[in-house]
């Protein structure tokens, strides 16, 4: 699913799954602790996800108290819940 969003550089943020918070706050994890946490990171299905308008980085044109509601863009053909 992020890579459709984020479609120029494919980029997903890890989304850390509550058992592994605090495991993730300890500051002398290994490097096999940290591939683990990541490559353990919560599903896109549980995800509730939806498009937003394009002004919310625009500055103060983004500043608007319905600035977070869907916004249909036929370029984004997924899915959302």
Same mark, same amino acid.
């Given at each position: 699913?992020?890579a ?6 494919n980029?997903?943020p890890?989304?850390i799954?509550e058992?592994y ?9 290994? %490097?096999e602790?940290i591939?683990e946490?990541v490559?353990? #990171?919560?599903v #896109?299905e %549980?995800l %509730? ?5 394009? #002004?919310?980085?625009?500055g103060?044109?983004?500043?608007r108290?319905?600035i977070t %509601?869907k916004?249909k863009?036929?370029e ?6």
């Amino acid at each position: 699913m992020f890579a459709k969003i984020q479609n120029k550089k494919n980029r997903r943020p890890v989304i850390i799954q509550e058992l592994y918070i605090e495991v993730w706050l300890v500051p002398t994890l290994s %490097e096999e602790q940290i591939k683990e946490v990541v490559n353990n #990171d919560l599903v #896109d299905e %549980e995800l %509730e996800t939806w498009p937003m308008s394009k #002004d919310l980085y625009r500055g103060e044109v983004g500043q608007r108290p319905n600035i977070t %509601e869907k916004v249909k863009y036929k370029e984004l053909e997924i899915s959302y819940n």
